[in-house]
């Protein structure tokens, strides 16, 4: 493709606030996110939720993927599990990787993505909270908006598409489309 039809595809995806392209590939646990690849890009609130199984604080046991709870688990209403990428607020970046599903009726308001403690922690400048699992520091702030970048999809059930509400039921289908345009999202969330 050339440069010129390039450029008019970044520019018509930014206007859609999505972009879909090619399979490259990244790890959500590698800590450089400035070179890499997306297959979607996008905007939304995120939540935070940390689940130790102790039923403490809501949590219904392990997560969905068989992953114990960690730094950069979040909770997706209708991305695969295993789906990678990254995370920006306020200039900051996360990697993150869907090992749960959530948040549920809030999906249905708009809170797409639901952030392990932790890292919602060190997005915002808070503390994770060990005692409450919560996030102390905050101001009570429970919500943020953050932009995403998807830079891998998982391989079970899910939609591979913006998120939609866990009401939907697309955690539940399998979606075999492929993106094949490939569309650099090296500065993306700044």
Same mark, same amino acid.
């Given at each position: #493709?050339?440069?010129?039809?390039?450029?008019?595809?970044?520019?018509?995806?930014?206007?859609?606030?999505?972009?879909?392209? !090619?399979?490259?590939?990244?790890?959500?646990?590698?800590?450089?996110?400035?070179?890499?690849? !997306?297959?979607? @890009? +996008?905007?939304t609130?995120a939540?935070?939720?940390?689940?130790?199984?102790?039923?403490?604080?809501?949590?219904?046991?392990?997560?969905?993927?068989?992953?114990?709870?960690q730094? +950069?688990?979040?909770?997706?209403?209708?991305?695969?599990? #295993?789906?990678?990428g990254?995370?920006?607020?306020? +200039?900051? @970046?996360?990697?993150?990787?869907v090992?749960?599903?959530?948040?549920?009726?809030?999906?249905?308001?708009?809170? #797409?993505?639901?952030?392990?403690?932790?890292?919602?922690?060190?997005?915002?400048?808070?503390?994770?909270?060990?005692?409450t699992?919560?996030?102390?520091?905050v101001?009570?702030?429970?919500?943020?908006?953050?932009?995403?970048?998807?830079?891998?999809? +998982?391989?079970?059930?899910?939609?591979?598409?913006?998120?939609?509400?866990?009401?939907?039921?697309?955690?539940?289908? @399998?979606?075999?489309?492929? #993106?094949?345009?490939?569309?650099?999202?090296?500065?993306?969330?700044?």
């Amino acid at each position: #493709m050339s440069a010129r039809l390039r450029a008019i595809a970044m520019f018509a995806a930014s206007a859609a606030t999505a972009l879909t392209i !090619g399979s490259t590939a990244a790890h959500a646990d590698s800590g450089n996110t400035d070179q890499k690849q !997306g297959l979607l @890009k +996008g905007s939304t609130t995120a939540s935070y939720f940390w689940d130790d199984a102790s039923g403490r604080a809501g949590d219904t046991g392990l997560p969905a993927a068989g992953k114990p709870m960690q730094k +950069g688990l979040v909770a997706s209403p209708s991305w695969p599990l #295993m789906t990678e990428g990254y995370v920006v607020y306020k +200039g900051k @970046k996360m990697p993150f990787f869907v090992g749960d599903r959530g948040p549920g009726d809030p999906s249905n308001r708009g809170v #797409m993505l639901d952030l392990d403690a932790k890292t919602f922690a060190e997005l915002t400048g808070g503390t994770f909270n060990p005692d409450t699992l919560g996030v102390d520091g905050v101001g009570g702030e429970g919500h943020i908006k953050i932009d995403y970048v998807v830079t891998k999809w +998982g391989d079970g059930v899910g939609k591979k598409s913006f998120p939609v509400a866990f009401s939907t039921g697309a955690w539940s289908e @399998k979606d075999n489309s492929t #993106m094949t345009q490939q569309v650099s999202v090296k500065n993306a969330g700044h």
